[in-house]
T-cell receptor, first 111, second 115 residues
Framework: TQLLKQSPQFLSIQEGENLTVYCNSS?????LQWYRQEPGEGPVLLVT?????EVKKLKRLTFQFGDARKDSSLHITAAQTGDTGLYLC???????????FGPGTRLSVLP | GAGVSQTPSNKVTEKGKYVELRCDPI?????LYWYRQSLGQGPEFLIY????????DSGLPNDRFFAVRPEGSVSTLKIQRTERGDSAVYLC?????????????FGSGTRLTVV
């Protein structure tokens, strides 16, 4: 069983601050995805990373996949209140057909 | 449709009853997934369909849970003899090919409450 851990579990920051959240596992993943989920909605895909060491940028969000493909980080620059939500990472098994989700980091950005 | 549609959005049922939850995936998506999300947790994998067949049902917790996708489009998750521990949000997702690279598109879920 591939287990994903995410830290911190909760994070509350002021608008304009920077933050980093982490996703870690003892297993190697063929790919890893980050999702954002708002209350009452399903998760929405933000990014997929595939190559060890890969860095992807999506506006103020920077995603990095660890060299060993066991961990990932999400960095948000100048957080906005609209960034509030549950950030989930999900790792794909060797066949890339089934994703295992972490428990998520719940982010609150205060005005 | 434009997105993944799940019905009902909320379901309250009595312990011991039978429930069916429906998922309408994005048209043309061959892969369909069911996940269960408890409060404060990430989604937990239940079952994955590729076309009409269940490619991986290893996440179904016990034999009270069953899912079908008879025509390779709409899927129904069926829960028999519901228990209070079954209360959760049941999420459905679809993917174009099932290879995962394109990511899943999730529905808004069905919130099941067993009283």
């Amino acid at each position: 069983t591939q287990l994903l851990k995410q830290s911190p579990q909760f994070l509350s920051i002021q608008e304009g601050e920077n933050l980093t959240v982490y996703c870690n596992s003892s297993s190697v993943f063929s790919s890893l995805q980050w999702y954002r989920q708002e209350p009452g909605e399903g998760p929405v895909l933000l990014v997929t990373v595939v190559t060890g060491g890969e860095v992807k940028k999506l506006k103020r969000l920077t995603f990095q996949f660890g060299d060993a493909r066991k961990d990932s980080s999400l960095h948000i620059t100048a957080a906005q209140t609209g960034d509030t939500g549950l950030y989930l990472c999900a790792g794909a098994d060797n066949y890339g057909q089934n994703f295992v989700f972490g428990p998520g980091t719940r982010l609150s950005v205060l005005p | 449709g434009a997105g993944v549609s799940q019905t009902p959005s909320n379901k309250v049922t009595e312990k011991g009853k039978y429930v069916e939850l429906r998922c309408d995936p994005i048209s043309g998506h061959t892969a369909l997934y069911w996940y269960r999300q408890s409060l404060g947790q990430g989604p937990e994998f239940l079952i994955y369909f590729q076309g009409t067949g269940a490619a991986d049902d290893s996440g179904l917790p016990n034999d009270r849970f069953f899912a079908v996708r008879p025509e390779g489009s709409v899927s129904t998750l069926k829960i028999q003899r519901t228990e209070r521990g079954d209360s959760a949000v049941y999420l459905c997702a679809s993917s174009l090919t099932g290879q995962g690279g394109g990511g899943y598109t999730f529905g808004s879920g069905t919130r099941l409450t067993v009283v």
